[in-house]
């Protein structure tokens, strides 16, 4: 190949390719469209300021989802440290910014007050909230939401242990939409799992009273379809509340709840015949079986009839 060929071969197309700068701003959008948003935030907001301007298009942010960040890793200490709340805060508020009253969904953990009074004022369309492990998420910006986001059809406020009964009554009243709940507990029974991970504090302050939220569920979500309140310290009169007060109910996860014996849930739910029923199937760990606080467990074989417990 002489000289020619190659100077011939070079013009056709093996030089420098096109320049991503002269991207219009949609067509660049578009592409940014296609990253996850951890790339977008790790990557190419980073390039230059033309692509940090692109990332801000409200087009990319009428969902703002983290959970698949927080299940890709182990719970860490770090996350409920006041930084990191500080940094998940900021976060979203400058993706509620950015999305223009756009933003539908929001899945996210460890954020606070003052970003959810935002998200409540800046957010009329959101349908999806789920805040797990929110410590400092009270009634107070739940409230908000409640009057000010009234599409919600999803709502997930597990281990967030600031937001009561009171909460519930208000976005039930508020939010007619609302088929889905999830009011899950940590693990009281068995906390190892979150020892030296969640503030020995905030595991102390798990919810006693269940019943009050079961009335709260039975009384102003009527249509809901989808609930689970794992570990619950509810009684079998709770569960009545919220079987006779909810009767579209098809899924119910009562796992964990310790105060619910198989008669409770049979008697509870003799009205919903298609719901399916995650029933409390516990493993109390021999450390703790023969402790005062767990004696009365010997009784649940024969109350359930089963032998999945491994006592």
């Not at 993706?95 to 800046?122: K, N, Q, Y």
């Not at 009554?169 to 940590?186: A, D, Q, T, W």
């Not at 798990?206 to 939220?213: A, K, N, V, W, Y």
Request: net charge negative.
């Amino acid at each position: 190949m002489d000289t020619e060929d190659v100077g011939a071969e070079t013009d056709s197309g093996t030089g420098p390719g096109p320049d991503w700068a002269e991207l219009t701003h949609e067509c660049l959008a578009n592409i940014l469209s296609r990253l996850t948003l951890e790339h977008r935030w790790r990557g190419t907001m980073l390039v230059c300021k033309s692509w940090f301007q692109a990332c801000k298009d409200p087009c990319l942010h009428s969902s703002f989802d983290l959970e698949p960040h927080f299940d890709s890793a182990a719970d860490s200490a770090s996350w409920w440290a006041p930084d990191f709340e500080r940094k998940m805060d900021s976060m979203l508020q400058s993706v509620v910014v950015w999305s223009d009253g756009s933003l539908s969904e929001i899945r996210t953990r460890h954020c606070s007050d003052p970003s959810l009074l935002f998200v409540a004022e800046r957010c009329p369309n959101l349908e999806v909230l789920s805040i797990k492990s929110c410590p400092n998420v009270t009634d107070r910006s739940m409230a908000n939401i409640a009057f000010h986001c009234t599409k919600l059809r999803e709502l997930d406020i597990s281990y967030c242990y600031e937001i009561s009964h009171a909460s519930l009554l208000l976005i039930g009243s508020n939010c007619p939409n609302l088929k889905v709940l999830k009011r899950n507990l940590m693990n009281w029974l068995d906390p190892s799992q979150h020892v030296g991970v969640v503030p020995d504090e905030y595991l102390n302050a798990c919810p006693q009273d269940g019943d009050s939220e079961a009335a709260a569920i039975g009384k102003s979500l009527p249509y809901l379809e989808h609930l689970e309140i794992q570990f619950s310290k509810l009684s079998g009169r709770g569960l009545t509340w919220i079987c006779e007060g909810c009767p579209n109910l098809k899924y119910l996860d009562l796992s964990g709840c310790m105060n619910l014996t198989g008669r409770d849930i049979t008697n509870a739910s003799l009205g919903l015949k298609d719901m399916e029923i995650k029933k409390p199937n516990f493993y109390i760990p021999r450390s703790v079986f023969h402790t005062e606080r767990y004696g009365h467990w010997r009784l649940y074989d024969e109350r359930f009839q089963t032998d999945v417990f491994r006592i």
